[in-house]
């Protein structure tokens, strides 16, 4: 059996989109010239679409983009995609038990501060951390309940 050929995208990258690699709301810009966007990126677009009642070239404009030279089209699919994101709660939401809870408040922090860590992937952490330290409160809770002469609540 032959493997598949992998195709190579021929499309030139227009003029401009390489000026926004080190745009804080791109996360990577693909070699066919597709922008990938951060999670933040889609809650500041949807943020703005909602609450500034903004159309999505509106709205992807005031998060930086010019779509002189972006295009309005990737105005509307960014648009698009962070109403539809905010629909499925992706944006929005992240599981604690996909994080480690071990991990130390300052390198958490600092992670976060130096941008390595959303500010989702933040709240996920201190969540995490939370539900840990819930459940260590229940466990001491009936220890203490259980040691002789303490009373029982």
Known sequence: ??????????????????????????KTIAKN???????????????????????????????GFDTSILTEDRAYSAGKRAVQ????RRAFERNPAEFDSDTPFEEMMSRYLNGSMTREELYANMAARLIVLEEIHKELKKTISSLPGEKKK
């Open 1 to 26: 059996m032959q493997e598949p050929k992998i195709m190579e995208m021929n499309r030139a990258i227009p003029d401009g989109i390489m000026a926004y690699a080190g745009h804080p709301y791109v």
């Open 33 to 63: 010239g597709d922008i990938y966007y951060t999670d933040e990126f889609y809650t500041a677009m949807y943020e703005k679409i909602t609450k500034e009642s903004m159309t999505y070239v509106e709205a992807y404009n005031a998060l």
């Open 85 to 88: 994101r905010a629909r499925n």
